[in-house]
């Protein structure tokens, strides 16, 4: 049989440098098609701007016409009505009321980072409404996710009469249904995805809930909060409450919460979330905050803060009170205004974060061998779902974190405790979503609890469904998981050389910025670089340093590489040419500044198809 042969021409995407397996098995390929190409030389001419800048803005989908508003995101421009919520005007009617008559208000938060921001975000503004909130941050192990109804009477009995829950609150039908009965008032902010039936309350603000049209379910839990404010402040505006005494709040001061609780939820950076990010960088730069500025000075950040210092250094800390700690103590810190007991809060935070590292590398290191195993020599299998007894039940997010960046597929780490109950996380891929999977499990009786958004989810269960439970959850994302991970591709920026890698350079493409989930930094190449120096560094990371023909050299470090594909390419070829990926960033150490490449990924140039097995 003749095959069939098209006559009309097929415009197929050469891979960037000729590399179509990596050392991380990946086919690189330029973000630019010929039409973005077109659209990044015509940004370039309009708002005379460097070839790399608008190649990098072309490659984030934005139109011509925007370019001024990517470079320079505001607030007062992307900020909607906050009507637009539903519910929000009950919400915001609520909350004002409750500071017109000084009621005893009760706030419930998560107890990660976008919860602590949330709660303090909150608790700011009441205290500056002359309320005194009460807070409650649940026990990550004794209560669990949400609030429950021992903890609800509680605040029902030190004379509660409005609950207002931030970063939870959706699926909590029974313990919100006992507000109600004990005579409490609830609003509900939050921006998890809904069950199928949702808590009788006041207001539910939740721009995910199946009736809202306002496009914000992006937001975390933090910048719903702030859009709430904003409702409010318009509300007690139009009531004649503030006055010289008491002046309206100003809620772009405290944009440090709302950036720091966005980056470390992993909100995808776009629109609204982008302008709260970026401002919120600058007032963090100010250090004028004086828990957050203990908190940067307890983690040793030296230089201006960037997007990813969020999500790496100060995120962790503030969770490290949640996860292993007193849930409370980032809370704490984010309301402290003394200097000196902010100090002592952020070190208490800090030396829990260094006992978290170490809990955590033990359970990792257990569940990795445990996965392997499953997985065995085939690499079969959509979902690593591993579990053991000991494991601290505050670390298995991270772990599950670890485990689905090693084996590129999502995973579960699972904390059995000795009553035979289970409570884990899990951590998704994109194009996978795991929350929707963790509620269908709930619904058909397989867990005892579980929820999250399509990137992470909860989940508790009895031991003996273990082995259903991952059955169930390999079978039900199976089909989804082949696909995200048929496109296993490494998207490039531009190429430069190691002469052209400097602090400019860096500081032209972090004019793009702030970099995050939605917002990927740039991939940069250096091409046919010779690697003269490799050797590992702190806790399995490796520095590494290229140099090109003319003789330039470029430092580098490879994150977590040891004992990786990545890093057994870089260790192996010592002395020898490579293809190089990876972003650039600015290392600031004892006053002095270079440029650093933070490598993703090599390859052999010129050996037919680039490749390292």
Known sequence: MTPFISALPVDTPQPFLGVTLSATKKMWRDRLDARGAARALAIAQRYQLPEMLARVIAGRGIDIDAVEDFLDPTIRKLMPDPSTVTQMEVAAKRIADAAARGEKVAIFGDYDVDGATSAALLAWHLRHCGLDPLIHIPDRIFEGYGPNVEAVRALAAKGATLLITVDCGTTSIEPLAEAKKLGMDVVVIDHHQTGDELPVVDALVNPNRPDDLSGLGHLAAVGLVFVTLVAVNRELRGRNFWTNEMPEPDLLGVLHHVALGTVADVAPLLGLNRAFVAKGLIALRRRDHVGHTALMDVARLSGPPEAWHLGFMLGPRINAGGRIGRADLGVKLLLEGDVSEAARIAAELDRLNTERRVIEQAAEAQAEAEAMASLGLEDKGAVVVTASEGWHPGVVGLVASRLKEKFARPAFAIALEPGGIGTGSGRSIPGV?????????????????????????????????????????????????????????????????????????????????????????????????????????????????????????????????????????????????????????????????????????????????????
């Open 433 to 613: 979503d795991l929350g929707k999977a963790v509620r269908q499990a709930v619904h058909d009786g397989l867990l005892l609890k579980g929820g999250g958004h399509a990137m992470a989810a909860g989940v508790t269960l009895r031991k003996e469904r273990l082995a259903e439970f991952r059955a169930y959850i390999d079978n039900a994302l199976a089909a989804d998981v082949a696909q995200a991970r048929h496109v296993n591709e490494l998207y490039i920026d531009g190429a430069v050389s190691a002469r052209g890698v400097t602090t400019e350079l860096v500081n032209t493409l972090n004019r793009a910025g702030p970099f995050g989930s939605g917002n990927p930094e740039p991939v940069i190449a250096l091409p046919s670089h010779e690697l003269v120096y490799a050797d590992e560094v702190g806790q399995a990371h490796l520095r590494v340093r290229f140099r090109s023909g003319d003789g330039a050299i470029v430092n580098g470090i490879a994150f977590r590489a040891l004992g990786q594909k990545l890093g057994d390419a870089l260790l192996a070829h010592r002395g020898q040419m490579l293809h190089v990926a990876g972003s650039l960033t600015v290392d600031r150490w004892q006053g002095a500044e270079r440029v650093q490449l933070r490598v993703a990924d090599v390859a052999v140039p010129d050996l037919g198809p680039a490749v390292i097995r």
